[in-house]
């Protein structure tokens, strides 16, 4: 899988494949293999990158990651190639009217909005209850309610149609 990895204004890309123990990276011409251990709980490793060693730190949260080597700090914006493409086609998102579906079947068991209210991108709208978890669901983009189709307490199905936004 590629793997796109930004610190600052410099982007690159990299491959990485399984050997046996080793990993190899791939960025443009570059090949490198990488011997990778885990020290302690999981944020500290041990890397021997083409013989020589490096003790790294990282810290991954969603696709920020900050890395730390030889006392040096990086902030490192990382996206596979799924995420890539789904952030391009998020990016280019029209207006119009967009319609909020269930994404499994369950119970409606908060609605935060009313027809007519104004919505923010990513603002929840309805929780609805399946599998004995709360799932909000959001907006994915700005807009004004002009149908709200459930109430509290409503069994839906998956797919079923619950408000629709322009």
Known sequence: MKYLARIGDSE????????GDVLVATCGDMVVDIGIAQVGDGEALSLLVDGESYDVVAHVQGQDVAVQVRGERYAVDVQ???ERAASEVAGKKGG????LRASMP????EVQVAAGDEVAEGQTLVVLEAMKM???LSAESAGKVTRLLVSPGDAVASGAL???IE
């Open 162 to 164: 619950l408000a629709e």
């Open 134 to 136: 709360q799932n909000p």
């Open 96 to 99: 119009g009217k967009r319609e």
């Open 12 to 19: 690159r890309e990299y491959t990485f494949e399984r050997r």
């Open 106 to 109: 369950g119970i409606v068991v």
């Open 80 to 82: 596979d190639e799924r």
